[in-house]
DNA sequence: CTGTTAGCGCTTTCAC
DNA sequence: GTGAAAGCGCTAACAG
């Protein structure tokens, strides 16, 4: 490895030289530089990033740490570049592959203390695993659970977003909605509070809360998504609208419906949660809740920045509103 | 922040000692050991992984590097990162908003210097810029273009899979079929290679490949995609078939064709490429040509590997093949 | 304009 | 079983 000290050495000056020519910190005289360069040059030296970390106590980077790269990560991910690098830092992208075990590794393990900040959208960690994270690095969590108060954390209007897509199909004619990748009981999860808002939306109508109607989706995959679907139709339990926990979910059911022969929206509506890009093309394009990708990466990226420029400020917890887009495939 | 010394000066003991309790090198006494972890977990001590990896000559950590978090490359990434972590890496992910500034400040910019190896689909640079390309650090290029032979590099058969998606749809009693995305005349692009491929097919069959059949989308996007083939719809060019060059423009066409009240795949077949988790779920399934991404990210990873191990070997370009996958946009 | 010194936080090496 | 010294590659601070 060729360090600054062999090209201080080859163009005949200190390593400060080398330094300030490459990081044009001070001026350098037009002929030392060349001569710097033109060393540079020749034993194609790249300076060692980790040293200059260690040196200036930061790194410029900030990790977004995300269960998938897929579907509503994406945008989200992109969403967070976008507002991470104007501000002059760089994004990078690791995922957990969504296991607790690997969520608590990525956070309380050593791994953080490569980034100036991390935003963690969290969906293994219940709140009690939440609470043994030591919080040495500015970490902004994201995503739907309720967490320990000395957070700082961003979460979506879960529970309005469900409601105001039940309503909407109640509106439209449906009375026999499925919650369709919801998960029954209380918990924290993302899939509660938004089942919650279902049941809101159907109390709120007057109609009935039918627990057949609460379909739990173990992975929230399109396989599963699909299977689970299709086993609803042939159990002929009547349906006449299905609200999907995510747009995956409600991909995969349009899909199911279709190979039933189930017209939409015209049988069946369905609206989705995340506003996927691909759902705005589908034929019929997918009415959906729109997360506010851009919302939710301006205030992670803002309260991230509040931490880092001061550790000890109270935490803060911010709640972005959704937004619903009708499209084709409700009335 | 709170260092090794603070950690060593709480517990009585010298930095070394510390070092070995938390990283479990040399044997400690427990009684030692005790204290030391006692007064970690008091100071909410966690180790400096800058300085650590500054020590140690390395980081642990590879990158990949990708025009965009989205579609092709979140497929790939999840494949690369199932593939990196059994080797006791860990990945990360960087996007360069596939602007050609944005890769080669990525690959000849000093960050590159953060990992033990960088892994990049270039879609931005020409041969050109890639040559002037340093390789300070191990570097596998990934994607279509041709690249100088000094770099080891993982390309998909392109031709052969558009060939195969369009003969596949000539059988099938298509004529006169859209090469749509595709970039007219001479270049390196990914979509000139997919055109080519489009070409044999057609001749191969005695088809004329005619240039009002070859349909450029500036951006890929599904925007753009639908917008054209609603305009070469309206413009009465005769169709009974497209050839996506990507399957995020074979959405945008099967919903534009839709919206224009052609059926697929009784008036018009499309093929896509890419193999797409969600065009396998949409009514009707999309049919594409799969790229393979477990052996391309396996390819990656070993030609990685391969260069980290030994800097000086010879590098290696391997084309890996595509298949075929039917589905329900095809006869 | 350029160089010397000291040290970022950790671990290897050598000593006891 | 434990510690002291040296140094990974870089740069801030202070000379000159």
Chains 1, 2 share one sequence.
Do not use: C
């Not at 004619?173 to 999860?189: V, W």
């Not at 049941?199 to 929230?220: K, N, S, T």
């Not at 139709?233 to 059911?253: E, K, N, Q, R, Y």
């Amino acid at each position: 490895m060729v360090t600054m000290s062999d090209v201080a050495r080859a163009a005949g000056v200190s390593t400060m030289t080398v330094s300030n020519v490459l990081n044009e910190r001070r001026p350098v005289a037009p002929a030392t530089r060349e001569r710097v360069l033109a060393s540079v040059e020749s034993l194609g030296y790249e300076m060692n990033q980790t040293a200059r970390n260690l040196r200036a106590g930061r790194t410029g980077t900030i990790a977004l740490i995300v269960p998938s790269f897929f579907d509503y990560y994406s945008e989200l991910a992109d969403a967070v570049a976008r507002e991470v690098e104007p501000r002059g830092s760089h994004l990078v992208l690791e995922r957990t592959a969504a296991t607790a075990e690997h969520e608590m590794a990525s956070v309380s393990g050593a791994r953080l203390q490569l980034y100036d900040g991390v935003i963690m959208s969290s969906v293994g960690l219940d709140r009690e695993q939440l609470d043994r994270i030591r919080r040495p690095k500015p970490i902004v969590l994201l995503g739907e659970r309720d967490v320990p108060e000395r957070f700082d954390h961003v979460r979506l209007a879960n529970e309005d977003g469900a409601r105001m897509a039940t309503a909407h199909m109640i509106e439209r004619g449906s009375r026999r909605i499925l919650a369709l990748g919801a998960t029954p009981g209380d918990g924290h999860a993302m899939t509660t509070d938004r089942r919650v808002g279902w049941e809101q939306a159907l109390r709120d109508a007057g109609l009935p809360a039918d627990e057949r109607y609460v379909v739990p989706i173990g992975d929230y995959s399109f396989e599963n998504a699909r299977a689970a679907m299709l086993s609803i139709i042939d159990s002929g339990l009547p349906v006449d609208g299905v609200f999907a926990m995510t747009d995956v979910i409600a991909i995969a059911a349009l899909g199911a419906l279709h190979e039933r022969g189930l017209r939409v929206p015209d049988d069946v509506q369905v609206a989705g949660f995340d506003d996927l890009k691909v759902g705005r093309f589908l034929p019929p394009a997918l009415t959906s809740i729109d997360p506010g990708h851009e919302a939710v990466a301006r205030e992670a990226v803002r309260l991230l920045h509040r931490r880092m420029d001061d550790p000890e400020v109270a935490a803060e917890h911010v709640s972005v509103p959704v937004t619903l887009s009708v499209r084709g495939t409700t009335r």
